[in-house]
């Protein structure tokens, strides 16, 4: 497979006039994808009912008589004015209470059903009128789902829709009433219709009864994506995508993924390190104009797995793009920094490497009006290249050149659940225990060993292709996993809080972790301030959580207070703390020491990555980097021939 370069682009912006010059630019820049569509339907339906399809007939031609190929987005992340006549009700309602009104976007609530009508007819009229069109090649479902905290809504429409969901799980109130453990304080209900959503209460909800909140709102947005890919696959063949929005993890990705052909992602390293990522204020300030060097790669992984769902591919050849590339100074995060001039080019190869099929920078030209006039393209407002124009051309042509990268499947397997970060958000017993970095801080390690990882979904099967495989925090261990464990050959390390909670989220007696072989059991936990480590007798420290264990497993690390910190049964660990980077290096390195496993630890800011045909290394620094004998410039991208 041949990868490629696109763009995102909004005709609607411009005037026609113009669209033929930018198209031939498109082209002439070796961009072969043009993303359109997803914000325009006050144009295509100005007045309800009345489209007005002949401009965007008009748009679809000029850019694919240029040679360029169109990911038509369906526009339902941006509901005209005068659909709130229609529905007035049809907005999501926040925490307190309050509509999340129009004079923006994402103004909808995955709940309403009138809503999903007009989503239904809109997508069915571009379906039938594109789905064979020549120069249409892929589609694009809504916009970023859940981006701008979209997912949870606490309006009428979410309440019944959530009651209709716990009487098709529970089938009676009683038996939710002993899931809940609703005797306590009183709660328990007699009628599914009494039950409310977890918000305006006196003090904290019961967390069973958030976390099937949690999961109903999953479950709302893969059935609103489902009912756009049924539309569409009845009128088009073409694959159809969705552009997950990095470090969103309030619905299952794994499962819209289930629906999709090929998972995307928008990819924008500076706003996600100047807005999202917790890290010191040195590496915020050394990676300023870079990104963080492991945040791409990480989403890069995990969406190669989620591309996996359709297909059932491994974890290795799932389809993924990034959909939209950062491509200069972006205007919604805290502070938002020029890159540093190669970054646009570093970011593209990167994700070739992960096996990204395609990167589209955002967006083709700076818009000089409305909420994103100070966010960068690939051209200026007044249509003069920008910086990343060049470095768009130059990774165009480098493609040219190049034969396929390919991917190949990685040693070690690192488990991601979308469920644990929402049970851990609801109950995270100390402020600064958070799944999602939890998970991040052990890739990272994995990077900074020179190691490639592919992410796995909680419910896999088969482990049989890694030597290493990670389920840190996993809050409920599925039978697969738990199967799958106990076929591996390997070495797993499992903890801290994997398995703690049964499904229905309570302490599982016997008492957790419950690994068969391994006896251990969590007799009691402590969250800590950041700044309260506990040094471990190897060297490093458990921070923000740990465990202790009783039982007859091998101690195999031990913390300076004489608590266990990791005990062993074979190759079966399970830890029982967070590590901080020194600690969680070196028990890695110690792992893939046990499994002959080969690391290669990388200088700070410079990462590896083998794809099937090549191994790449990227320098994040802003600084020259020396490695191997050879030296890569600030931003600079290295590759050589398996
Ligand atoms: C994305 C979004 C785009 C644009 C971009 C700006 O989250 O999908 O429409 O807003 O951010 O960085």
């Known amino acids: 497979m041949k990868r490629t370069l696109g763009v995102c682009y909004y005709p609607e912006h411009w005037p026609e006039t113009q669209w033929a010059e930018d198209a031939a630019r498109m082209a002439a820049l070796g961009l072969t994808w043009v993303r359109i569509g ?83 007819k809109i997508v069915t009229a571009l379906a039938e009128r594109y789905g064979r069109n020549p120069f249409v090649a892929a589609w694009q479902t809504d916009n970023e789902y859940a981006c701008h905290a979209t997912t949870l809504s606490y309006s009428g429409a979410a309440r019944t829709g959530f009651r209709d969901w716990l009487a098709r ?160 100074p972006v205007n919604w995060a805290p502070f938002n920094p020029d890159p540093l001039p190669g970054m646009a080019r570093l970011w593209a190869w990167e994700a070739f490497a992960h096996g990204a099929e395609a990167v589209c920078y955002f967006r083709w030209r700076q818009a000089p009006f409305a909420q994103e006039q100070m966010h960068a393209g690939l051209l200026r407002p007044d249509s003069a290249p920008a910086q990343a124009f060049a470095e768009a051309e130059q990774v165009a042509k480098e493609l040219k050149d190049m034969p396929d990268v ?16 929402w049970a851990w958000e609801i109950q995270p017993q100390g402020r600064s225990f958070a799944y999602l970095w939890l998970v991040f801080d052990t890739y990272r390690a994995l990077r900074r060993l020179g190691l490639n990882v592919d992410i796995l979904p909680p419910d896999t099967t088969d482990l049989s292709a890694y030597r290493l495989v990670l389920a840190p925090g996993v809050f409920t261990l599925s039978d697969a996993l738990k199967s799958a464990l106990a076929a591996h050959k390997g070495t797993a390390i499992l903890g801290p809080r994997t398995n703690s909670k049964t499904p229905n989220f309570a302490i599982p007696v016997p008492l957790p972790p419950a690994l068969p072989g391994l006896d251990a059991k969590i007799v009691r936990v402590e969250s800590l301030p950041p700044d309260v480590p506990v040094p471990l007798a190897g060297g490093g420290n458990f921070q923000h959580w740990r465990e202790k264990l009783e039982g007859t497993a091998e101690v195999t690390e031990m913390a300076t207070d004489g608590w266990p910190a990791l005990v062993s049964s074979g190759k079966l660990h399970y830890l029982a703390g967070w590590p901080d980077d020194e600690a969680m290096t070196r028990l890695l390195q110690a792992a893939c020491d046990a499994e002959g496993l080969e690391t290669d630890p990388l200088p700070e800011g410079l990462r590896r990555r083998d794809s099937a045909t090549h191994r790449f290394l990227f320098n994040y620094n802003p600084v020259p980097a020396e490695w191997s004998g050879v030296t890569i410039p600030p931003g600079g991208v290295h590759w050589t021939p398996l």
């Open 169 to 328: 799980k529970y089938q009676s109130p009683d038996a939710l009433n002993r899931a809940w453990g609703n005797v306590f304080w009183s709660m328990e209900y007699s009628d599914f219709n009494d039950i409310g959503l977890p918000n305006l209460i006196v003090t904290e909800p019961n967390p069973s009864h958030v976390m099937d909140f949690r999961r109903f709102a999953s479950d709302e947005v893969v059935s609103f994506n489902r009912l756009q890919t049924d539309i569409i696959r009845k009128h088009s063949a073409y694959p159809i995508a969705h552009n997950y929005m990095g470090a969103v993890t309030e619905f299952d990705h794994f499962a819209t993924g289930a629906d999709l052909d090929i998972a995307s992602w928008d990819s924008y390293p500076l706003g996600f390190l100047s807005d999202r990522i917790p890290a010191p204020q040195e590496h915020k300030r050394r990676f300023v104009r870079q990104g963080d060097p492991d945040f791409q790669a990480f989403h890069h992984d995990l969406y190669r797995s989620v591309g996996a769902r359709r297909s059932g591919a491994s974890a290795a050849e799932g389809r993924w793009w990034i959909m939209e590339q950062q491509p200069g």
């Open 406 to 421: 390919g991917t190949a499947r990685a040693d070690v397997a690192l488990v991601f659940d979308y469920a644990s970060d």
């Open 38 to 120: 997803e914000f325009a339907w006050s144009r295509m339906e100005p007045t309800p009912g009345a489209y007005q399809w002949e401009w965007l007939d008009r748009a679809i031609a000029t850019l694919g008589q240029a040679g360029l190929k169109v990911v038509l987005g369906t526009p339902t992340a941006t509901p005209p004015r005068w659909m709130l006549d229609r529905h007035p009700d049809m907005l999501a309602l926040d925490k307190d209470g309050k509509p999340r009104g129009f004079g923006s976007r994402r103004h909808y609530c995955f709940s309403h059903q009138g809503y999903r009508t007009e989503c239904a």
